[in-house]
């Protein structure tokens, strides 16, 4: 396996956002982000990802365009010479902070929307934005930015994957994602209301399969559900080994969801990024194969995913070192299954809405 | 359906789907083609003719009639002769000339751009996998071949005068043998498709049998249009090798794909890019195979796109 390289840096510039999907995958305990780091902080974070061979940005949050010093860092990024890639609700942001911000080094963005049409987009929202986000999209055309189109898919919007392709090549993006909901963080707490059945998932499934077949200049993207498949995901290309993902306050972790491991991450506030990426121990808690148990220890297919999420095998079995539930040889898998053939429905909800705003 | 209803609905698609109403096709016709261009399809359509004795000689050996067999194997006499150098494969390699090209390397079929390399096996895998009639059916665009090349002739001795008149009796031996060919095949796919399942298996066979066509000329176009490095991508030197780096995706390349993306500058065509890594590589057998595929792949990733 290839050394560790922190190919993509993940800067979650704030948990902030004026919206309330109840599927966020932003941590549920959001005082661990309040104390938020300044632009001159992530600057010095660049230059550093760089040296350790970061070529990617990605600003995301939270929404990240909630902050006020955003051109200030989009510009540190690309003078780090890093390719700087916005992920963003579409709002608050103006078309004119959209300009500054590609004056300032912008490379792309990816903007999400929750489904093919106002209501309900809005309704999962939590705010009326829909509008917005498809002028945000246009402004984002406008200054010959790359667009990608992300939706989270689940019971509520699987039906309208159809219209999501027609939406996606209407606003001129160059990739669209379906991402099937990961059931961490906020989603997890919403399971019940979000677990579609596995033949609303098929039928989506056929539904790509023809787009794909005539969708040439746009590049489609669908994000299996692991709780209907076999075998788990290879969560963010394993452990601390492609992908750096920085907190709003500075801690740096292997991906969106491990600040609620019980592990020890250390701060861009203390130490350097290389020390923060290299040494913390939470950092190397999973990384490589040693940490392995059976079945992952002697499994074929370990160096394909790693072994799953890591945060996954927590919330759901209370130890983060457990095989993936999701994984079909889990000791723990039919307790998973258990659950997703109890909570999948085609249509209900009673949904906590995401706060922190 | 009535024969004469049949019929019409076979001709109907024709009429609707034959590549004659290509972009491509209606650019040769209109007279403005480049003589790149013009070269390139006729090298690469050259796989198209390889392609049709072979796939003549599948429909033959599908059928235990000898009246049949009799007559379909006049077809694979016309394209490769009765003798060396006679008939018609013969004939497309005198086209060959007669635009510029190098007869034996349009022969040797090393630099054949891979949509059209899909499209030419699509249809020999499609009469492989079918019945009799399904392929005979899909013959029928014979239909329609008799009229384009008239056309054609006409289109290339008023536009395209540099091309020697000698080249272009492959055209007309068509004008004769389309016709004949298509009538036998038109009367045999009348005869026997009597019921509403097997005329329907046959009309769908002739729609297969357009859109390839009509990929083939797609997969010639892709060989002409000019590439560029995608917005936002960007070549840089890593510490593991050459790399582009573009919005969501980084690709590694090794010292061959770098050359190949050095060669792409908004103004080169797949088959400029080619063309500039043979003159440096005389040798060997598969750079163009090498180059096409890999632009194809940095096509997909979204690494390079269409100049215009």
Known sequence: ?357 | MTREAFEARLRGILAERYHDRHPFNLRMHAGSLEPEEIRCWVRNRYYYQTRIPIKDGIILAKSEDPAFRRQWIRRIRDHDGEADREGGLELWLRLAEAVGLDASEVASLRDVLPGVRRACDAYVRFVTSRDLLESVASSLTELAAGGLMAERIACFERHYPWVKTDGLRYFESRTRQAPRDAAEGLLYVLDHAVGDEEQERCAAALTRKCEILWQLLDGVEWGGRPLRLAAGARLRDDAEGPLVVLAERAVQLNETGRTILALVDGERSPCAVAAALRARHPEPPEVERETYAFLEEMERLGVVEAAR
Not at chain 1, 99 to 118: F, H
Not at chain 1, 205 to 218: F, Q, S
Request: aromatic letters at 6%; charged letters at 25%.
């Open chain 1, 1 to 357: 396996m290839s050394a560790p390289r922190p190919w993509n840096l993940v800067a979650e510039l704030t948990w902030r956002c004026p919206l309330r999907c109840p599927y966020c995958s932003n941590p549920t305990r959001f005082d661990l982000g309040k104390d938020e780091l300044d632009a001159a902080a992530w600057a010095r974070a660049f230059s550093e990802a760089r040296a350790l061979g970061a070529v990617h940005l990605g600003l995301t949050g939270g929404e990240p365009t909630l902050r006020r010093d955003l051109a200030e860092i989009v510009r540190a990024g690309a003078e780090a010479d890093l390719h700087v890639h916005l992920v963003t609700a579409g709002v608050p942001l103006s078309a004119d902070g959209l300009a500054e911000l590609a004056r300032a080094g912008l490379g792309s963005v990816q903007l999400s929307v929750q489904d093919a049409e106002a209501a309900a987009s809005d309704r999962i929202a939590g705010a009326p934005v829909f509008a917005k986000k498809l002028a945000f999209a246009a402004a984002v055309r406008e200054l010959g930015l790359p667009l990608t189109l992300n939706v989270v898919l689940h019971r509520h919007n699987l039906a309208r994957v159809g219209a999501l392709v027609a939406l996606a090549r209407e606003l001129g993006a160059r990739r669209l994602e379906l991402a099937n909901v990961q059931y961490h963080g906020w989603a997890l707490r919403n399971r019940a209301s979000l677990l579609p059945t596995r033949e609303q998932l098929r039928e989506a499934a056929a539904v790509l399969e023809r787009e794909r077949a005539r969708a040439p200049g746009l590049e489609l993207v669908f994000v299996l559900a692991d709780y209907f498949a076999e075998r788990p995901k290879p969560c963010m290309g394993g452990w601390g080994r492609k992908t750096a993902v920085v907190s709003p306050d500075g801690h740096v972790l292997p991906c969106h969801g491990a600040a609620e491991l019980p592990l020890e991450f250390w701060s861009l506030r203390e130490r350097s990024l290389r020390a923060c990426w290299e040494d913390a121990p939470g950092m190397n808690a999973y990384r490589g194969e040693s940490w392995m148990r059976e079945p992952c220890r002697s499994c074929p297919e370990r160096a394909r995913d790693f072994g799953g999420c890591r945060c996954q095998a927590f919330a759901l079995v209370g130890d983060a070192a457990a095989t993936d539930p999701a994984c079909s040889l889990a000791p723990r898998h039919a307790e998973l299954a258990a659950a997703r053939d109890a909570e999948s429905a085609p249509a209900g909800d009673a949904f906590e809405w995401r706060s922190f705003r």
